[in-house]
């Protein structure tokens, strides 16, 4: 006695020459369109939300402006740049870090450190900065680049 299994092919090719479209998918036209997506979205939570990217509302600044988006030169200058498969996103502002990670600032070529917070001029021997993470995968961030990628993945396969 033997027993046998047929399997009968039917809209299997069609499905193989549709998989075939995989290979022109273009890798960085997706990097480069995650990347404008995830500039938008760090320029929104540096304008709008104030909202770190898990959420955290930022610590206010004793000055009483809009933190983090005074003159709006750190979210003007958030860039992205496509290397190989992966793409970055930051600034070069020479500030940008402290308000990303916080630190201590400390005069380098003085006694004392001088600012202003209104009208009123302020000397301080040092000035400790939060941390207020504006870059980083929010949630919403995270949905968007899955998105984007089903998006392409279906203009490929149709």
């Known amino acids: 006695m033997s027993v046998a299994i047929k ?16 290979e022109k998918l273009d890798r960085a036209d997706l990097l480069q369109g995650i990347g404008r997506f995830l500039q938008e979205s760090t320029r929104e939570r540096i304008e709008v ?22 003159t709006g030169n750190l979210s003007a200058s958030i860039d992205y740049q496509v290397s190989g498969n992966s793409v970055s996103i930051g600034s070069a502002l020479v500030y940008s870090a402290i308000h990303q990670f916080g630190g201590t ?26 941390a207020r993470p504006y870059l980083g995968l929010s949630s919403d961030d995270k949905v968007g680049i899955i998105e984007a990628a089903e998006d392409m993945l279906k203009e490929v396969l149709q």
């Open 7 to 22: 399997v009968t092919d039917t809209g299997f090719d069609k499905i193989l020459s549709k998989t075939a479209g995989i």
């Open 49 to 70: 939300t104030k909202k770190s990217p898990d959420g955290a509302s930022w610590q206010a600044n004793r000055a009483g402006t809009s933190t983090l988006y005074d």
């Open 105 to 130: 600032i400390k005069p380098k070529r003085a006694k004392k450190l001088a600012f202003m917070i209104g009208n009123k001029l302020i000397f301080a021997t040092k000035v400790t900065m939060p």
